[in-house]
């Protein structure tokens, strides 16, 4: 069995973060969402995974390698530009050769893996089966409508939903998939759906089962749901102290303390993580914070938050949350006159300022 990541899109609803970086690298608890999956698959017992790869092909392959931290075998795969999921699983074809294989979303995360997922799909060896959740809006999902758990019919965002069970973005398939999206046309929006091509399979009298998640899942596609990621998974952390802790300083509750962290005259309050080299001085770190790499913060307050690598926080009277803060990046209280903001923001910048 082999496993297959989609890692190209663009991820135009992170920007500004993702005009300079993948969306699938930005750190969910200090580590890239996409190592998450990878993780996820190797441990349903999958070591050998393609991954399809676009314009941000140079970064990912910098961060991923060939796999071997991982105990597995990593394939690049090109996308020449995001035709849409069918599309990513077509130009797979050669490199899944037959066998069975997962398909997985780059940006998803899934709180207890998918080996149970896995495990199902060998047992029973449909041709397809899908991952599902329970959601309280479905209208804003691919919907599934179920009938003695085989699926019968697949709908994009339905108006009126048939069922409350979203499509996760985790997909089992033999290579009967192949034989389906040669069969389908581009949607409106120009692309290759997945989901009209397991409605083929359903049609034309394939066997297609589903599995449903029991635990949280989240595609980490908006800021919002980034930093709900974080806070779950900050919350299965436990006390690990690498850095120094001076001895004005107070770290309370779940708290990572990387190597060569310090955190001096200040008050870290977890489930927290404070990277390798970063430096907080007289300053308050509140619950659901990530704090990356090399990052110093000195009298400032920050809380539910992530912050990336190489990043300055300074001088900040007013507490910062729920605010994703990209890599250097320097935010300060000028010492100019007039007293005015002065903003240096780049394109699909958010800032609220009171």
């Known amino acids: 069995m082999k496993g297959l990541i989609l890692s190209g899109g663009t991820g135009t609803r992170l920007r500004p973060i993702t005009h300079t970086q993948a969306k699938q690298l930005v750190p969910v608890a200090n580590k890239p969402v996409l190592f998450y999956g990878i993780e996820a698959i190797r441990d349903a017992g999958i070591n050998d995974i393609g991954i399809i790869v676009g314009h941000t092909k140079d970064e990912i392959i910098e961060a991923v390698g060939d796999g071997s931290r991982w105990g597995i075998k990593i394939t690049y795969i090109e996308q020449e530009s995001p035709l849409g999921?069918?599309?990513?699983?077509?130009?797979?074809?050669?490199?899944?050769?037959?066998?069975?294989?997962?398909?997985?979303?780059?940006?998803?995360?899934?709180k207890h893996g998918i080996k149970d997922f896995v495990d199902e799909f060998t047992t029973n060896s449909p041709n397809s089966q899908i991952l599902l959740a329970e959601v309280p809006n479905p209208q804003q999902f691919g919907v599934a409508e179920l009938s003695e758990g085989r699926v019968v019919n697949l709908e994009e965002k339905p108006k009126k939903p048939k069922s409350n069970l979203a499509l996760v973005g985790v997909y089992m398939f033999d290579e009967s998939i192949f034989e389906a999206i040669r069969h389908i046309k581009p949607s409106w929006r120009d692309e290759l759906e997945i989901t009209d091509a397991i409605q083929y399979l359903i049609d034309n009298g394939y066997h297609v089962l589903s599995h449903t998640i029991n635990g949280w899942w989240k595609d980490t596609g908006k800021i919002e749901d980034m930093l709900e990621a974080n806070r779950i998974i900050l919350d299965t952390l436990k006390n690990d102290f690498q850095g120094e802790i001076d001895k004005d300083s107070h770290v309370d509750f779940k708290v990572v303390l990387e190597k060569g962290a310090s955190i001096i005259n200040s008050i870290v309050r977890g489930p927290a993580i404070i990277g390798a080299g970063a430096r907080i001085k007289n300053s308050y770190i509140g619950p659901f914070t990530s704090i990356a790499e090399n990052v110093i913060i000195e009298n400032a307050e920050i809380e539910h938050s992530i912050i990336l690598d190489n990043s300055s926080i300074s001088n900040i009277k007013t507490r910062i949350a729920d605010s994703l803060i990209g890599k250097n990046v320097e935010v300060s209280k000028s010492v100019k006159k007039p007293e005015v903001y002065r903003l240096m923001l780049g394109d699909s910048s958010e800032i609220g300022l009171i």
């Open 85 to 110: 999921i069918a599309h990513a699983v077509q130009i797979a074809e050669d490199f899944i050769n037959k066998s069975p294989f997962v398909v997985y979303l780059g940006d998803n995360l899934i």
